[in-house]
């Protein structure tokens, strides 16, 4: 009985890694386009966006400190 949960507990382990990973690698991307928004002067109309996409970078890195 205690198998199961140990490969359970064992791949959840495993599976943390690779999922900060993939998140650290989103926000990256996230960040570059954002950087290329502002550059290119893409806020006509989408400043809402913007300001979210701000927001949710902030409260990203935030959790990988």
Known sequence: PGGAQEQV???SAMMI???RQRLES???ELHTAVEDAKQDGEEGGEEE???EALEVMAAAEKVFE
């Open 17 to 19: 890694p690779d999922c």
């Open 49 to 51: 966006l913007m300001e």
């Open 26 to 28: 989103a926000l990256g």
């Open 9 to 11: 507990k064992t791949e």
